[in-house]
């Protein structure tokens, strides 16, 4: 009759509440499911009155027991994600096959099969403990819902609580206890109140899950209780199948096992914290999210700086950045000297620091890792070796010791301080974070100094190159005063030779003038004025005033000319180049032959320069022709003439291409383009 009454009590109750339900208008699919639930729960709580359906059959008991946990089991697996529109839509859900699985084999396998009772306990207290572990989930994922959620986790937890412990009991003493029955309608009754707070509170049904620490952690400790009460289970219908007087005594034996274990849980430091990280390492979901950190880190390392200060200040806001800390110094070690590069907000300097500094940088260099100067206070038997006066560490203030490597050894450090931020604990997530946060901002360190090395090497390069290139000049000068020595004795008195002389001359001071300015300026090339000229003009007067001093001594034959714009002075050198090494590269009596013509389109002017000397092979053309300082002449040649003549007729958008013979001679085709 009491009995009868809670259950009664529970249906009107429910009753009531479907009635609510049907006036709510609430938007999600989740809604509906908490109908069908009410629902079921009514009809649940109508079988269990005697009075109008019978005594209550332990198989009745049973089904009823686990179609109820099935459809709460239905509704929880619609509140885990906040998009549901349609029913189908969650039954098609893989996780909810796997969430339904456990209740389906409950219901269906005992119809099917026959199932020791016991076995069935099992079941049933495995379904109590999936909704306790569904509903952790979802009240931790409900963030800035939760107040509205926890009305319906408190009525399902202590609802599914109670399953739990019934049935746990039930498989104990491999029956089920007729009070747990009669008190549960009342119970159910009783914490009905909260579900419709609930109803009133949830303004849109879903949360949409992901998983994180709090989820995992929470949910673990909980599926971690449940497995020590399912094995307390199982161990109790052992001690119930054997029977006799052995039963009490393994009662107490386990007692004092649990008991034994729960004290070296938590009174051994180094068992905890060893338990500790691995389930944390192998089981809880990161503290840092390291996608979304490292994309922040990168975004902080990435702006181009050209000063070296503001690049080591970079890289100290990046970790700072890293664990949201506000205090900070970057040092370069040299030896036993520390150089401060960067600081923000540093704490005061103190005539300690450095000894400090020197201290924990010889640790590091033997024992790669960070020093948490606050943990080393409390625990230095974590710091091996490392010995530190503890008044002067608190005095230096700063709390993290972080070394940055290059090539194994110390490049330099960074101290790290919160001073109104929150402070972190160095653990093996933070230390691992750390790591690579430390490895990042240390090549990107490492990448600046070396385009820094880069540049000035650069530019003793270019200091290098303008010089050879003047030197060049200044021998092509020399072999022009040359041959006015050479001819003047013997034509002196030859008022031609004279104004010859003295146009050379004048030539010779315009050229000494430009080199002048390229050391003064520092240029390789010190850029001439366009002008629009016949190349067949510019070709002659090298090949009469600078290349008559070689043999053989070239002709030239103009097929089609056009006109074209470039620097005179700049084409007169690539002539002269290449016209000399035609004559040096051919016998006396053989043939330089200088021929202009004009392509079909009419857009480019062809001078080719063609030789019957030695020739070339493919590959000395292919890898050592443009190869500036390659010469095949010895001391006598610098090696840049034909580098020279390629790279200035690419910088006018020209070419210059080669065909070679062994043995055969040579022919270089200049292409100048028409404007």
Known sequence: MISDIGYALNSLAY??????????????????????????????????????????????LLNMDAVKQLVWLLFLASCLQDNFTSFWQIIRRPTTFFILLPGLVTLILPNLFYIDPSWRYLLLIVLALEVLILLEVMYRQANKDQWAYKPLVLYLGATHLFE??????ATMVNQVEIGYIAARGFIYFLLIPFLVVAIRRISHWGVDIFISRDVVLHSSLLLVAGAYLFVMALAGYAINYLGGSWGATVQIILVVMSLALLASVFLS??????????????????????R???????????????????????????????????????????????????????????????????????????????????????????????????????????????????NEKIWGVVVLAARDTEKVSLNWELRDYLTAVTEQVGTYIYHHEAAKDVAENAQFAAFNRMSAFVLHDLKNVMAQVD??????????????????????????????????????????????????????????????????????????????????????????????????????????????????TKSISGKRQFVHIEDTGCGMDTDFIENRLFK????????????????????????????????????????????????
């Open 292 to 406: 979304v950190e490292w994309v922040k880190l990168t975004k902080a390392l990435s702006t181009n700086v050209n000063e070296p200060e503001k690049v080591y200040e970079r890289a100290l806001l990046g970790m700072l950045k890293a664990i949201n800390y506000d205090s900070g110094v970057l040092y370069r070690k040299s030896g036993e000297e520390f150089e401060a590069l960067a600081s923000v907000r540093p704490l005061e300097e103190n005539e300690h620091n450095h000894a400090l500094l020197v201290t924990m940088a010889h640790h590091c260099e033997t024992n790669p890792w960070f020093i948490d100067t606050y943990e080393y206070q409390v625990k230095p038997f974590n710091y091996q070796g490392l010995q530190l006066d503890r008044e002067i560490l608190k005095a230096w203030g700063y709390q993290l010791f972080l070394p940055l490597y290059n």
């Open 628 to 675: 500036p300082f390659d010469t095949t002449k010895g001391n006598a040649g610098m090696g840049i003439g034909a580098y020279d003549a390629k790279d200035y007729m690419n910088s006018i958008g020209g070419s210059l291409k080669v065909k070679s013979e062994v043995g055969k001679g040579s022919c270089f085709t200049l292409a100048f383009p028409i404007n």
């Open 269 to 290: 430091n180094s068992f905890r914290t060893k338990i500790k990280v691995f389930i944390t390492k192998h089981f809880f979901a990161n503290q840092y999210d390291y």
């Open 15 to 60: 009753l009531v509440l479907l009635l609510l339900l049907l006036t709510v208008r609430k938007s999600g699919v989740a809604k509906h499911m908490l109908v069908l639930a009410s629902v079921v729960t009514l009809v649940w709580s109508l079988s269990m009155i005697a009075t109008l359906f019978g005594p209550i059959s332990l198989s009745r």
């Open 164 to 169: 739990f412990v019934t049935y746990a009991n």
């Open 483 to 596: 041959l006015i020595l050479a001819n003047a004795e013997q034509h002196k008195h030859n008022p031609e030779f004279i104004e010859d002389t003295f146009d050379t001359l004048v030539h010779t001071k315009s050229r000494m003038d430009r080199m002048l300015k390229q050391l003064t300026e520092k240029k390789t090339v010190i850029a001439g004025e366009q002008q629009t000229v016949k190349l067949s003009t510019i070709v002659q007067q090298v090949v009469e005033q600078r290349c008559q001093g070689l043999l053989p001594l070239p002709t030239v034959h103009v097929s089609e000319e056009l006109s074209v714009n470039v620097d005179h002075e700049k084409v007169a050198n690539v002539f002269y180049h290449l016209i000399s090494n035609a004559q040096q590269a051919t016998d006396n009596d053989g043939q330089v032959n200088i021929t202009l």
